[in-house]
């Protein structure tokens, strides 16, 4: 296996008194697609908040080869409609993480919100704001602002669930692009198309890890 981007070792996690991932596991290859799989409340979504240091973990070790923080696409669900925002303004947001936003952007970090709205293909909406679009158009919205943190670690959970075919294909043409340049993707997908076209996928059930491989073993007999 090539080098890990991160290495999970008996993670155990827990919200109050629920105990949500319970000795996870894992190593999540570099400059590859990680598809994290499995059955609602599986635990898909709490392995992510532990990658993005959202969830401190209750017991075991968490290594990440980068230093840099991780940019982290949360469930469309889960982001406000009504921010007063365009989307070029959302998306700029990602620059944060280089700027501290209280700084202002310079120009080549205005070039990058350019580059990674083009590649999303919300250049025409730049100016729309977010309350105004639809499910898929704030989606890809959301990615292009994770895009725009140029971090070496990339989480997202479920980017293309609910979109249009060519939402999608936009949001795996733009992961294709960023994993081709070396940035290692970790993705929440019930979408098993999905996970089969991962390099390497993790199963969870009932917050352990019972698969981990290639996609074409783990997922095989299920
Ligand atoms: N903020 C929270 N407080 C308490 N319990 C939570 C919280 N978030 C998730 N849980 C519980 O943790 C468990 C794992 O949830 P998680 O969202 O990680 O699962 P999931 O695999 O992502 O599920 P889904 O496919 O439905 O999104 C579930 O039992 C869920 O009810």
Redesign the pocket.
Known sequence: MVTPEVVCHDLVAR??R?T??RGVSARIPRGAVTA?A????????????VLAGVLKPSAGTLTMASQRRPAYVV?RSEVTDTLPITVRAAVAMGRWAHRGHWRRLRKQDWAVVEDCMALLNIGDLARRPLGTLSGGQRQRTLVAQGLAQEADLLLL??PSAGLDLDAQVRIEDALGYVVRSGVTVVR?T?DWDVARRAGHCLL?DR?RVVGEGVPGSVLVTR
């Open positions: 919200y109050g629920r949500v991932l994290v499995g059955a609602n409340g599986a635990g898909k979504s709490s392995l992510l908040n469930q959970d479920e929440v019930h969870l917050g």
